[in-house]
């Protein structure tokens, strides 16, 4: 049993405010929260890369609104019979909860890439600008799963793990009553992300224009390739391991080895 006295983040009361006849989700407010703001981080670093501000708005919301469909696509595909028990309805239900970030991540891209690309607008400064608003928004919407009690980790006596309601348990960990806020650790850790990408690597490193997104790829992947091992959420397995854990490493990988090689082919040309 845990002790009386034991410190941990309460459960919240509730996920849901009034505002007159409207039910406001927490979740959807954060996340809405976080877009907001790195839309607005984006728009401007890109202005000061030089670039048309109405253009990286315009696109972003573009990007943005896609983002969340394959997001969310993403997230209901490998659960697709579990997500519509109870309706196939709730297959738009995202304030339930059920964003998969790779998913958005990946779709927002190529929109965007694929756009700036067909109005003449600089691609790689787009991308270093979004290494510093998508980790903004993921440290801010993170907390909208502590809201949906969801995205928590095994069990945790540690003085900051979260109180969990006993029907958001799985149920090998019924009996348990607080876990690892993995919410927590990921949002911070983007946050961290966003403070040595801006006052560290981007001032230190003299990197070759777009490669400041992916330092931002190979920051995030190996805190999510760490996070999965004591993440309790349902998940598809591949070769034995949780699919957002490879897709992690592949993505390491693969920016790892495009960062030196843009790096080096920049030395190279001058």
């Known amino acids: 049993m845990r002790p009386a006295f034991a ?8 996920n849901i405010f009034e505002v007159g006849p409207l039910n406001i989700h927490y979740y ?4 809405g929260v976080g877009v907001v703001l790195a839309i607005m981080v984006m728009t401007r670093r890109y202005e000061r890369y030089g670039g048309d501000p109405a253009l990286a708005e315009r696109v972003l919301m573009w990007a943005v609104g896609l983002g969340f469909v394959g997001a969310r696509l993403a997230y209901v595909l490998p659960r697709f019979e579990a997500v519509t028990a109870d309706g196939f309805w709730h297959v738009l239900a995202i304030w339930e909860g ?8 990946i779709t927002g891209a190529i929109v965007a890439v694929w756009l700036f690309r067909r109005h003449q607008g600089d691609t790689p400064a787009i991308l270093d600008a979004a290494a510093i608003g998508i980790p903004l928004a993921q440290g801010i919407g993170r907390w909208g799963n502590y809201f949906n009690q969801e ?20 149920a090998e960990y019924r009996d348990a009553a607080t876990f690892h806020p993995a919410f927590l650790y990921e949002s911070l850790w983007n946050l961290v992300v966003v403070i040595l990408l801006i006052l560290w690597i981007e001032r230190r490193f003299d990197l070759r224009k777009g490669n400041l997104f992916l ?17 309790t959420d349902a998940a598809t397995l591949i070769l034995g391991i949780r699919a957002n854990q490879g ?6 990988i693969a920016s790892v080895v495009a960062l030196i090689v843009r790096q080096r082919t920049d030395v190279i040309s001058e």
Request: glycine share 10%.
């Open 7 to 14: 410190a941990s983040i309460p459960s919240p009361p509730n």
């Open 28 to 31: 959807g407010l954060v996340i």
């Open 98 to 105: 059920g964003l998969a970030l790779y998913g958005g991540l």
């Open 151 to 170: 995205l928590f980790g095994t069990p945790s006596d540690l003085p900051w793990a979260v109180e969990i309601a006993e029907r958001f348990r799985p």
């Open 215 to 231: 330092v931002y790829v190979a920051l995030y992947g190996l805190a999510r390739f760490s996070l999965e091992f004591i993440r």
């Open 247 to 252: 897709v992690a490493a592949l993505l390491v």
